[in-house]
């Protein structure tokens, strides 16, 4: 099983849609990003979180550190959040980022 | 500022031959990451530098790579000799002081490596 899985792997939605990534990991962590890969095939670091809940602009992330989960909402999607949605926290004990496998998201106008 | 510099953008070689790519940092960061990302493997780390010094080195396939901050604004990463299974994208990124692991890390654009 991987240490990282992320669901969906592919999703498609209408623009102004109510999008949500989700990531379970099976370690211990100390905090986990979430990365947007453009199609062009830039990285961007969306969020760090430890605990609770960032928002920013249309994004939020949220942590459930007993859960081991985490998701990624997008509120009113926009084309231009069409991307990669990557999870990767970062191993407690090996101190090292465990990368998800993506989620590729297409938003249509 | 102008963000993580990555040079060369692309890179075609030919298999057995050296292949160097460079990282300039953003300026006032001090920690320093390689990347490789493929299809079959996705993104993963193969050195972190704190302070020029590598940290983890634990990612790095073999002994054909090495890599080297000689200073705080500049990295390089060495494939010697090459060989097509090495053919990924390539990158670096930099998080600002007391980051580290834990801070938001800044991605440069990539180096498309190609081993013929």
Redesign the interface.
Known sequence: KNEVEQSPQNLTAQEGEFITINCSYSVGI??L?WLQQHPG?????LF?L?SGKKKHGRLIATINIQEKHSSLHITASHPRDSAVY?C?P?SYNT???I????TRLQVFP | DAGVIQSPRHEVTEMGQEVTLRCKPISGHNSLFWYRQTMMRGLELLIYFNNNVPIDDSGMPEDRFSAKMPNASFSTLKIQPSEPRDSAVYFCASTPPQGGRTDTQYFGPGTRLTVL
């Open positions: 100390s905090a990003h095939g830039g990285i961007v670091s760090m430890s990557i990767a970062l101190d090292k980022l990368f998800g496998t993506g």
